[in-house]
Structure formats: structure tokens, C-alpha cells
């Protein structure tokens, strides 16, 4: 007679930003996290989404998917319906969609009903701090995200210590507040992979990388501006409405501009491959994963002093003042035309991305579950 193992615990992910328009950071943290915690086996790893139609002709396939060997389960309301219901109505619960041992992860801090205990994480709060850059719903709907994770969760979780300091100074209790880096996968595609890619698509290997919406937080009037100072070609990785301003900007780029809305992995693989720099001037973030992306893939990285770029960078990029267009033209001559600096570039980001891995990542959320139980 056999005996069966011990039952694992599990934990119940949130995991409806795979579906959104633009999943972004959020929704690659969370697949990355949820695999190596899944290849942590330590738990049992349960996503919860709203009630979708079947990909294809009814329904769209979610940008992220579930890891082998976890589960994934649909609540029977939509994701409109869904959030309306959790936040305003505090109904319905989602305790049935696992056992009484379970902890929820909120991993994008909407928190649903629920008796079990809750981590949330923080990935910013950029839309408390400017709200001005949300639209009329998400002026509405993000500060209630935040008033409901305040009162739901037992633990915040941050990729940073610039946010976790964010959240001590709204109110949040320092003992409440953990930060666990996010980590970065290894590059999905050889050199050779990469030339070929880059040929498929018109590209040669020397142009500036940028990835990520033409928000204003993320600065693209800046970067615009400063790639109008020097002699060099620009992709633009990143799907979503422009800024008015950025686009003005970029269309005095004329030719040196590529623009790429949303791509596959190999595909932004190839892209960081190739690129002779990635420029990120944000003016805020919550981690920034391009940056650490960019660096594994052994491509120097132009980001934001004083950010919490410049802490994931770790001492491993050219900080530049992100309101400054010159600032920002002197540090891309730097990384692309300074040989031995952009040598050291080089060296320094992919000594830096080989600190931060997902594994890490796991580990750390699996013990914030721990201590939640």
C-alpha cells in the first residue's frame, strides 16, 4: 500500500491582469514569479481570473499564461462586474476557489472578499501621487484599489524600496512593508537568433531600445527630445495611447523612428539583443524591469537618477537627470559612442542582472506566505 505525500498549501494568485490591454511589467512579474514558485514546489499555485470567453473567435487569449503544473480557475462574473463587485460591494468571496489553509496573493493589489490572509503587492502608486495621469474611471477606481488593499491585506510586498518608502509614508506600517526584488529570465534567443530576427524585421544592429508606453511618466518628450541631439536610429517597443506631446516629438525624428506595438518574447529578446542602448528616463517607477532586461541581454542602459531604476540598476547604468533633453544626449553619447565606458557598461549590467533572479523572487514570496499562514 502506498502512502501519498503530505498536501502542499496553496496559494490562490490573482492573476486577471493577463487578460488587460496592456498587461505590462505587472502581468510579466507575475508569470515569472508564479513559475519559479510552481518550480519551488513548496505550494500549490492557484490563478483566479474573471469569467473570459474561449480564445479565438470569442474571446481573446490572455498576453500571459499559467505555469505547467498549476491550476488556473474562472470566477462565473466578467472582469468589470468582477472588480465593481469586490471593491464597492465587498461581495462575492472568493474562499471557494481553494482550501481554508490558502493565502491570497493580490499580485496586483486588487484585493478581493476573503477570509483567508492576503499579501498584496505594490507595484507603485504613481496614481496617488498623479492622478492627473489616469482617466476619469481610474481616478475613481485606483484610490478605492488602495483604501480596499489597506483594510484587506495582512502584507504588502514591494520590487523596490522606493515604493515600500511610498507606502510608509501613506500610512502603511513599516512591519507591514517587505521588499522583494523582481528577477529577469536569461535571454531568450542566441546572437545568431537575434540577427536573423533583426533582418526579418529591417532592423540592423545599432539603434537606441525604448520599451514601454509613450506615457508621460515614462518621459518620451524627454527622450525624444534628447535623440533629437544625436546621430542615431530609435525602436519604440510599447502599445497604448501616446502622449500628444511625445508623439509631436517623435514625429521630428521622422526616419530614425521604428515603432513596435506589442511582441512576443523572442522577439523583445532580439530587440534588447540589438539594441546599442536602452534609454528608460522615466520620471517615476516601481521597479523597471526593461532595465534589468536590457542588461542580461549585455546592452548598456541610460535610466533616471534618483528613481527606483536607478536602484535596480544597482551602480550598473549611466544615471542621467530625467528633466534635462541634454542630460539625457550626453549620457546616449556616453553608452554608445565612449568605448570603454560602454565596455564597462556592459560588464557591470550583466554582473548586476546575474544578482537578480526569479528563483530569489520565489523564495522571497514563499516565505511572506509563511509568515501570513
Not at 473570459?52 to 468589470?80: D, E, K, V
Not at 517607477?285 to 541581454?297: D, Q, S, Y
Not at 526569479?358 to 516565505?367: F, H, L, Q, R, V
Request: charged content about 20%; hydrophobic content about 45%.
Amino acid at each position: 500500500m502506498t502512502q501519498s505525500g503530505p498536501v502542499k498549501p496553496q496559494v490562490l494568485a490573482i492573476v486577471e491582469q493577463f487578460w488587460h490591454r496592456m498587461p505590462g511589467g505587472t502581468a510579466t512579474a507575475t508569470e515569472h514569479t508564479l513559475s519559479a514558485l510552481v518550480e519551488l514546489n513548496d505550494y500549490h499555485v492557484i490563478g483566479l481570473a474573471a469569467r473570459h470567453a474561449p480564445p479565438g473567435r470569442h474571446g481573446p487569449a490572455p498576453w500571459r499564461r499559467m505555469p505547467t503544473g498549476s491550476t488556473l480557475r474562472f470566477h462565473w462574473l466578467p472582469r468589470p462586474a468582477l472588480y465593481e463587485a469586490w471593491l464597492r460591494l465587498g461581495r462575492p468571496s472568493i474562499d471557494g476557489y481553494c482550501n481554508d489553509g490558502a493565502v491570497v496573493w493580490a499580485s496586483s493589489l486588487i484585493v478581493p472578499p476573503t477570509t483567508l490572509p492576503v499579501v498584496a503587492t505594490v507595484h507603485d502608486l504613481d496614481f496617488l501621487a498623479n492622478p492627473g495621469s489616469s482617466t476619469s474611471r481610474g481616478r475613481r477606481f485606483f484610490p478605492l484599489v488602495w483604501r480596499r488593499a489597506t483594510e484587506r491585506a495582512q502584507l504588502f510586498v514591494c520590487p523596490s524600496q522606493v515604493v515600500a518608502d511610498d507606502c510608509v509614508r501613506r500610512g502603511i506600517a513599516a512591519d507591514r512593508v517587505l521588499v522583494i526584488p523582481w528577477g529577469v529570465a536569461p535571454p531568450r534567443c542566441s546572437r545568431a537568433e537575434a540577427a536573423a530576427k533583426l533582418t526579418e524585421l529591417g532592423l540592423s544592429e545599432d539603434y537606441v531600445l525604448w520599451v514601454g508606453p509613450l506615457i508621460p511618466r515614462k518621459n518620451p518628450k524627454g527622450a525624444a527630445l534628447a535623440m533629437g541631439r544625436i546621430d542615431a536610429e530609435i525602436v519604440v517597443v510599447g502599445a497604448g495611447a501616446d502622449d500628444p506631446q511625445a508623439a509631436v516629438a517623435f514625429a521630428s525624428l521622422g526616419s530614425r523612428v521604428r515603432r513596435f506595438d506589442a511582441v512576443d518574447d523572442e522577439t523583445l529578446s532580439a530587440l534588447y539583443r540589438g539594441a546599442s542602448a536602452l534609454l528608460y528616463p522615466s520620471f517615476a517607477e516601481g521597479f523597471g524591469l526593461p532595465v534589468l532586461e536590457a542588461m542580461a541581454h549585455g546592452t548598456p542602459v541610460v535610466t533616471s537618477v534618483g528613481t527606483a531604476t536607478a536602484e535596480v540598476a544597482g551602480g550598473a547604468a549611466l544615471l542621467v537627470d530625467p528633466t534635462s533633453p541634454e542630460h539625457i544626449a550626453e549620457g546616449l553619447r556616453t553608452a554608445l559612442f565612449d568605448r570603454a565606458a560602454r565596455r564597462q557598461l556592459i560588464d557591470d549590467g550583466l554582473s548586476r542582472a546575474g544578482e537578480l533572479s526569479w528563483d530569489n523572487t520565489a523564495k522571497g514570496y514563499a516565505e511572506a506566505f509563511r509568515t501570513v499562514r
